[in-house]
């Protein structure tokens, strides 16, 4: 069951609504209560509730409810890549990292919550160069591993497989008709499950985030043992 956490409330999704229609200074900072109130606040809780079940598919994962510095994501987009001038994401998400990489781009277990897109699974989105050669050489050098993943049943059940952009030609050093070319060529790692703001606002949704992230696991034990983390 869902625990201590219920689901999130319907006034989740309609801040990021209204932000969407305002996304400046001066309504953010009018409304920073209310942002603190319907947003940090569940999701902290949702940080809380999911620790626990975390621990119990891998200790090394933290969940960390800290508003700032540990699991949510802050709100303020970074202005020097920020399209459109628009200063604040208009979305909510967590990401549960290896407590030996605390980077975005190191292997994770996601949710991300906006009013038209809901998501949440694991993986490696973008991974550093020296991380990607690791992650490629090991699904060469370790083929019927890389197998048992991709063919995992609980995996492509709950997430149709694994997903990421690619390179369009083979990476250097790999062979054109290599058995697992359009992995190698994969820029990112991950399985997603889709999902909806009013699952998200239902008890249950927490369960369906734990079972993904489990579905997940075959996928991220890969990746740490590619990067010489324990899972």
Request: glycine share 10%; with cysteine; hydrophobic share 40%.
């Amino acid at each position: 069951m869902g625990g201590d956490f219920n689901g999130f409330s319907p006034a989740f999704f309609r801040f990021f609504e209204d932000l969407a229609a305002h996304n400046e200074r001066a309504w953010f900072q009018a409304n920073k209560a209310r942002y603190r109130c319907d947003v940090v606040e569940p999701l902290s809780d949702f940080i809380t509730a999911m620790a626990p079940r975390l621990k119990r598919l891998s200790p090394h994962y933290i969940a960390d409810p800290r508003p700032v510095g540990g699991s949510m994501f802050r709100i303020y987009r970074d202005m020097r890549f920020a399209r459109g001038g628009k200063p604040y994401k208009e979305h909510g998400a967590c990401h549960f990292r290896h407590a030996a990489h605390n980077d975005v781009h190191a292997p994770g277990f996601y949710v991300h919550l906006a009013p038209g897109e809901v998501f949440f699974g694991g993986g490696v989105w973008r991974p550093s160069g020296d991380d990607l050669r690791a992650i490629r050489a090991r699904i060469d050098e370790r083929p019927a591993d890389w197998a048992a993943v991709i063919d995992d049943a609980g995996l492509r059940a709950c997430f149709g497989g694994v997903s990421g952009d690619g390179l369009i030609r083979p990476p250097r050093g790999f062979a054109a008709n290599h058995r697992f070319i359009e992995d190698l060529k994969r820029k990112s790692f991950f399985a997603m499950k889709e999902g909806a703001p009013q699952q998200a606002c239902a008890p249950r949704f927490i369960d369906a985030v734990d079972a993904a992230f489990q579905a997940a696991a075959t996928l991220m034990r890969f990746l740490n043992q590619a990067l010489g983390t324990p899972f």
